[in-house]
């Protein structure tokens, strides 16, 4: 049965009407018996490992911290050298935001996440090899350099890639690989940490180049986004991608064919009307909207007391009564697995419930759990209770996995989908700015703030998360549903910059609702005829 209320009165496009009328899958059956989709759905692993450099090394410098081979290799570092150790990693990041838009929008998607990947390689080489603190901190701000043009562009380029019935979850998916990485890190430390030398943790060190060679040398069998061929005037060859892999060469496919018409008429209108530059992130009141959601969202993914959990777990431990070195380790790594687990399960959830409740109910999570670490780890302080010791450890286990609801698969979808194509690297790149700064601001106080304050500067993420849960509520805007150009809509209405293959973008954009009605009554009545459209 149509819903009645295609448009709403703002004349904002209703994402449930936009949805309805795309077409996400021409297929019967499992995505595995399809042999386009297969391929796909094979190749974009390379891309969806973008994260794994991100976590490895949240994991790793938290692992090493715990090691007497690496304290004694630096001299004990604390406080301010402690701190510039971490969070030179993230100060990396915010300088390899420069090169984000320039590479990706300029060379294209594969480049970029080559010269990134090498990049890294060159930074592990460093960290591995370092014989005192200066070469080891140059040798994380190239992994930082490295590791965000991989981390920004490896879910664009799997979002832009994607199946339509796919895209969400292989967006979220591409996410959950910070678990792996972080995981990897804690077990190859709790594997070589009985090591009496410097290996301990030189060999963990090395292990971070791992995902950056495999896509340094697998990228390019990966094919380039048909977006950015549009963009570069290579129609034919998006087309033939497109038909390629979502329809075995068919490129009468209806998916197929309307795919390529949006995404061609989209591009074309942005180029045209010159809505390319840095300017425009600010240009309008609904592009300072996304703007504010990227650096909103930069902010809560490092500041949600996520960071003082990664980097800072031995501190946390300690100040709940684990001390030893075994079970410090092994407490890590596991917790990381758990981790994982959460992620990659919760990665199916965006397609199914949306984005925006999942981060609203993580962070309602995230508050209360925080909020029981602070207390049972204030209760076994001054009453040495070990039963508040292991309740403490328990929900610390548990943090990682309600933060991974809505804030590593639903949010790194979100970010992605919201921009249009002229600005998405540029939002991107907005969004990694925030996350570095955020990310070096927290690794670098959170050290002083335990020295300080104890385990009451736990008390700081409880009230910080709280704000994070009200701004999300009122500010963001759900996006499930219509097709990745198809979300201007959400944003713009009619004055989204978007094809009009769509019929209802065509009559909000036309304002001809009474003259269109009939006809997207029409299309819709026969959409609604198919298996129910994907995310």
Known sequence: MLNPNLFKATGHADRNALAVATPTTSKQGHWWHDRGLLKLNFLLIIPIMSEYVQGYDASLINNVQLL???????????????????ASYWIGNILGVALITTLSDRWGRRVAMFVGSIICIVGTALVAGS????????????????????GAIGPVLTTELAYPSHRATATALSNTQYSTGSIVAAWVTFGTFRLANSWAWRIPSLFQALPSVLQAAGIFFLPESPRYLVSVGKEEKALEVLAEYYANGDREDEVVQYAYKEIVETIEL?????KTKWSELWSTKDNRWRSFIMIWCGICKQCSGNSLVSYYLGAMLKNAGITEQVKTTLINATSQMFSLACSVGFAFLPAIYGRRPLMLLSMALMFSVFLLITITTG???????????????????LYSGVHNLGWTGAVMLYVVEILPYSLRAKGIALYWLMTGAAGAFSTYVNPLGIAHLGWKFYFFYVAWIAVEFVVVYFVFVETKGPSLEGIAMIFDGKNATIGTVNPVA???????FGEKAG????????VDKRPAPGP
């Not at 007497?68 to 971490?86: C, E, H, V, Y």
């Not at 942005?270 to 010159?274: G, L, V």
């Not at 209760?379 to 610390?396: L, P, Q, R, W």
């Open 379 to 397: 209760v076994f302080i001054n009453t040495k209770s070990n039963s508040a010791s292991y309740a403490s450890v328990a929900f610390i286990y």
């Open 131 to 150: 014989v005192e603190a200066g070469m080891f901190v140059v040798g994380r701000l190239l992994l930082g350099t490295g590791g965000v043009l991989v």
């Open 68 to 86: 007497k081979t690496w304290q004694d290799a630096f001299n004990r570092p604390t406080g301010s050298l402690l701190g510039i150790m971490s």
């Open 519 to 526: 006809q997207v009554v029409e299309y819709v009545e026969r």
């Open 270 to 274: 942005e180029i045209a009307s010159h």
């Open 506 to 512: 065509e009559a909000i954009k036309q304002e001809k």
